[in-house]
């Protein structure tokens, strides 16, 4: 009786141990629905991470374009605003100097031809050259070597 009860017993460990793999895990064992959810865990654990370094990522890309306008927007609205202003300033003096020129008055910041004629000849005479004008150009002739140079208007 004896051999039959632990031949018995035997038999009960064997079928638990050869079981165990589906039922409870006394040895330590993991089943494949364990396997299975631990991997679900983990990758949903890993796209968790990615999205919130995803967003971290996102935001410091808005604060980089946010410091950047911040930076150059003040120069831009200081360009758009001096080159408005330039052209306002173009605009109604070209339209002061047409008026003056129709008065026949020149504007105190150009000279009057006969003005500009007079000092190339007073120029003329301080350095020992000729004024001659050929064409509508006014020249200065060295009287010593007979060469000619074309006189600029100084401003």
Known sequence: MKRCLIVWLANIVCATFLTSCTLSDP????????IRTEGAVQIAEAQAHAQIES???AAEAQEVTA???????P?????????????LLCYFRGRAYLLWA????????????????RRLA???????????????QYYLVDQQ???RFKALPKV
């Open 55 to 57: 967003a971290r990522y």
């Open 122 to 136: 007073d120029y003329a005479r301080q350095t020992g050259q000729q004024l001659e004008m050929v064409n509508g």
């Open 67 to 73: 410091r950047t306008w911040a930076d150059t927007l």
């Open 102 to 117: 129709a008065r026949g008055v020149y504007p105190p910041i150009t000279r009057s031809p006969a003005e500009h004629t």
């Open 145 to 147: 070597s007979g060469r």
């Open 75 to 87: 120069v831009v609205v200081l360009i758009l605003v001096g080159g408005a202003l330039a052209g």
């Open 27 to 34: 040895l330590g064992a993991t089943t494949r629905t364990q």
